[in-house]
């Protein structure tokens, strides 16, 4: 009959006990163990619940929830990014708006499920890393096992005869494992040595990387901000938070942290393929700008081109757009000027024809003398072709037309109810008249004039400016998360690439009086590196300690006949398949 512990189980066998130990620390990765649901209670449900979450495989299902999770906010419009896509959304879906709102699916990386899952996220990958990198730390501080008793167990494995000293042979063969960069050192009768640490070392780099990953992203998520701007040329922009066009921001930033500074457009360039298959294609999209850093920086020059902002300080300033802004001066009946300034226009199409509203909201009176506004419908097109008048043949300015719909009346701006800039509310005006009693609308090229009826002022298109859009970006925690990609990467090829395994070298004396030496590696993971690695360590130690003749067959009741070969060849353990 067996004997079996206290506890039921059948103890090791010494010869596996052995072997254990051999294969002990190969990886820090902790040792999962079934609970004992019998008598865990309330602090065993909690130990076991921690080792779940801190475990590989939640990591990995929460990590591919976290992506599973950053798929709607690509899909559904969010309104952190875009309102007006979010208002057109519920109003085409009026029965999914209501569900995904309570989904939080129009705020995916600030809802409670998305919070929740990075949380766990977090707290799994720090609870997984500091065990394991204290434990790391005690093997680099500790020596590799000693030999087990039967070396010939082991996946790789040789042994031969030399007329060599054991103790020459050991030496022998700490030189040379030290000299192959193993961690090695005399135990007993057999020289113990590992290698191959750095496979644990990009393990935990890589885990520590997605940490700082994460701690990144929160970091730029809670602090960051985002502005846009449209700049005509001459214009310029202070960066305060009501100077910006559209803003939006982090929970935890606040005004303090934006950075001082400001500039001005001095010109815009843009340049276009002129023939060809890609003509229209842009070339050269650039913005000339004078900038100052603070209250009393100096002015500094710089171009801001498509994908290579202006950094100035943590600030980066992106050029996003551009188009065309028409100069305009209003008249009144009088000859009196009520209104110039250049209009930018939104472009339409790749040909940047571009549309518009000018408003005069105070000073004009018309011919009687009676205060109105004015609202005038702008279509603006910068190479106008005959034949083809409601669309420009080109983006740049080769012969622009500029055409006109005056209103007068009341645009509604005093009504308290926001409206945009673009858009004319033609809800409380009316059409000027031509002669011949249709609505009036004309082209104007640069330096003309459209005459209002009966003396009631005039509109000059005086030429054209253009204008460009630029996106102020802060958003901390770029260099962290760049930083931790590249680690990320670089360990997780450490981890996949580097083994880790161990190489024995045992000599003693036979009963014959002849030296016996065994070599014998393992390594983490089933890989053909470790038969050839040991058998390239053979060869140089067989060179320095070569083979001695077979023994007579008296001498074959010698324990180690079965085992003895007359070279370093090496052979796979017992009971596996020859490689």
Same mark, same amino acid.
């Given at each position: 009959?067996?004997?079996?512990?206290?506890?039921?189980?059948?103890?090791?066998?010494?010869?596996?006990?052995?072997?254990?130990?051999?294969?002990?620390?190969?990886?820090?990765?902790?040792?999962?163990?079934? =609970?004992?649901?019998?008598?865990?209670?309330?602090?065993?449900?909690?130990?076991?619940?921690?080792?779940?979450?801190?475990?590989?495989?939640?990591?990995?299902?929460?990590?591919?929830?976290?992506?599973?999770?950053?798929?709607?906010?690509?899909?559904?419009?969010?309104?952190?990014?875009?309102?007006?896509?979010?208002?057109?959304?519920?109003?085409?879906?009026?029965?999914?708006? =209501?569900?995904?709102?309570?989904?939080?699916?129009?705020?995916?990386?600030?809802?409670?499920?998305?919070?929740?899952?990075?949380?766990?996220?977090?707290?799994?990958?720090?609870?997984?890393?500091?065990?394991?990198?204290?434990?790391?730390?005690?093997?680099?501080?500790?020596?590799?096992?000693?030999?087990?008793?039967?070396?010939?167990?082991?996946?790789?494995?040789?042994?031969?005869?030399?007329?060599?000293?054991?103790?020459?042979?050991?030496?022998?063969?700490?030189?040379?494992?030290?000299?192959?960069?193993?961690?090695?050192?005399?135990?007993?009768?057999?020289?113990?040595?590992?290698?191959?640490?750095?496979?644990?070392?990009?393990?935990?780099?890589?885990?520590?990387?997605?940490?700082?990953?994460?701690?990144?992203?929160?970091?730029?998520?809670?602090?960051?901000?985002?502005?846009?701007?449209?700049?005509?040329?001459?214009?310029?922009?202070?960066?305060?938070?009501?100077?910006?066009?559209?803003?939006?921001?982090?929970?935890?930033?606040?005004?303090?942290?934006?950075?001082?500074?400001?500039?001005?457009?001095?010109?815009?360039?843009?340049?276009?393929?002129?023939?060809?298959?890609?003509?229209?294609?842009?070339?050269?999209?650039?913005?000339?700008?004078?900038?100052?850093?603070?209250?009393?920086?100096?002015?500094?020059?710089?171009?801001?081109?498509?994908?290579?902002?202006?950094?100035?300080?943590?600030?980066?300033?992106?050029?996003?757009?551009?188009?065309?802004?028409?100069?305009?001066?209003?008249?009144?009946?009088?000859?009196?000027?009520?209104?110039?300034?250049?209009?930018?226009?939104?472009?339409?199409?790749?040909?940047?024809?571009?549309?518009?509203?000018?408003?005069?909201?105070?000073?004009?009176?018309?011919?009687?003398?009676?205060?109105?506004?004015?609202?005038?419908?702008?279509?603006?097109?910068?190479?106008?072709?005959?034949?083809?008048?409601?669309?420009?043949?080109?983006?740049?300015?080769?012969?622009?037309?500029?055409?006109?719909? =005056?209103?007068?009346?009341?645009?509604?701006?005093?009504?308290?109810?926001?409206?945009?800039?673009?858009?004319?509310?033609?809800?409380?005006?009316?059409?000027?008249?031509?002669?011949?009693?249709?609505?009036?609308r004309e082209n104007l090229r640069p330096g003309q004039t459209m005459k209002l009826p009966n003396a009631a002022g005039s509109v000059t298109y005086e030429g054209t400016k253009q204008w460009a859009n630029f996106?102020?970006?802060?958003?901390?925690?770029?260099?962290?998360?760049?930083?931790?990609?590249?680690?990320?990467?670089?360990?997780?090829?450490?981890?996949?690439?580097?083994?880790?395994?161990?190489?024995?070298?045992?000599?003693?004396?036979?009963?014959?009086?002849?030296?016996?030496?065994?070599?014998?590696?393992?390594?983490?993971?089933?890989?053909?590196?470790?038969?050839?690695?040991?058998?390239?360590?053979?060869?140089?130690?067989?060179?320095?300690?070569?083979?001695?003749?077979?023994?007579?067959?008296?001498?074959?009741?010698?324990?180690?006949?079965?085992?003895?070969? =007359?070279?370093?060849?090496?052979?796979?353990?017992?009971?596996?398949?020859?490689?």
């Amino acid at each position: 009959m067996s004997k079996t512990t206290t506890d039921g189980q059948t103890p090791l066998a010494p010869d596996d006990a052995d072997l254990g130990a051999a294969r002990s620390q190969l990886s820090t990765a902790p040792k999962e163990d079934l =609970p004992n649901l019998p008598a865990m209670g309330v602090i065993g449900w909690a130990r076991w619940f921690w080792r779940q979450l801190t475990s590989m495989r939640v990591a990995l299902l929460l990590l591919l929830l976290l992506s599973l999770g950053a798929i709607p906010g690509s899909l559904i419009p969010q309104s952190g990014i875009d309102e007006t896509k979010v208002a057109d959304f519920r109003k085409a879906h009026t029965l999914l708006a =209501p569900v995904y709102d309570k989904l939080g699916l129009f705020h995916v990386y600030s809802s409670v499920w998305f919070s929740a899952i990075y949380i766990l996220l977090f707290v799994s990958l720090i609870g997984c890393i500091v065990p394991r990198t204290w434990q790391f730390v005690g093997q680099l501080r500790g020596r590799p096992p000693g030999a087990p008793r039967r070396l010939t167990r082991l996946p790789a494995y040789t042994t031969w005869r030399t007329e060599a000293e054991p103790e020459q042979v050991r030496e022998a063969a700490l030189a040379l494992l030290k000299k192959r960069r193993f961690r090695a050192h005399l135990a007993g009768d057999a020289v113990a040595a590992e290698k191959g640490y750095l496979r644990e070392i990009g393990n935990l780099a890589f885990h520590i990387a997605l940490i700082v990953l994460l701690t990144a992203f929160a970091w730029g998520q809670l602090f960051k901000s985002e502005g846009n701007k449209l700049v005509v040329e001459g214009d310029g922009f202070s960066n305060t938070l009501i100077s910006y066009d559209d803003f939006k921001s982090g929970n935890l930033f606040t005004t303090d942290d934006l950075v001082p500074f400001s500039f001005t457009l001095d010109k815009f360039t843009g340049t276009y393929e002129a023939s060809g298959p890609n003509r229209g294609t842009p070339r050269t999209y650039q913005a000339a700008l004078t900038y100052s850093q603070g209250a009393y920086g100096k002015d500094k020059k710089d171009l801001v081109k498509v994908n290579e902002p202006l950094e100035i300080g943590n600030a980066n300033v992106y050029l996003t757009a551009h188009g065309y802004a028409p100069l305009i001066t209003v008249r009144d009946g009088k000859g009196n000027v009520v209104y110039r300034d250049a209009v930018p226009l939104l472009p339409l199409d790749s040909n940047v024809t571009s549309t518009g509203v000018i408003k005069v909201l105070d000073g004009y009176k018309n011919a009687k003398g009676v205060s109105e506004q004015l609202g005038i419908s702008a279509f603006f097109l910068p190479t106008y072709t005959k034949g083809s008048e409601t669309a420009s043949t080109f983006p740049g300015l080769r012969n622009p037309v500029l055409n006109l719909t =005056p209103f007068h009346g009341d645009l509604g701006v005093d009504s308290g109810i926001p409206q945009s800039v673009y858009q004319l509310d033609k809800a409380h005006v009316k059409e000027f008249k031509d002669s011949k009693g249709a609505q009036l609308r004309e082209n104007l090229r640069p330096g003309q004039t459209m005459k209002l009826p009966n003396a009631a002022g005039s509109v000059t298109y005086e030429g054209t400016k253009q204008w460009a859009n630029f996106q102020v970006v802060q958003q901390p925690g770029t260099d962290w998360a760049l930083g931790g990609a590249l680690v990320a990467i670089f360990g997780l090829a450490g981890s996949l690439f580097i083994q880790r395994r161990r190489v024995w070298v045992r000599a003693v004396r036979g009963a014959d009086g002849v030296t016996v030496v065994e070599m014998a590696g393992l390594g983490r993971s089933e890989s053909a590196k470790v038969p050839e690695e040991l058998g390239d360590l053979a060869g140089i130690l067989y060179d320095q300690a070569p083979g001695a003749s077979e023994p007579d067959d008296d001498a074959g009741s010698s324990d180690q006949d079965d085992t003895t070969t =007359p070279d370093p060849e090496v052979l796979p353990a017992e009971g596996a398949e020859t490689k």
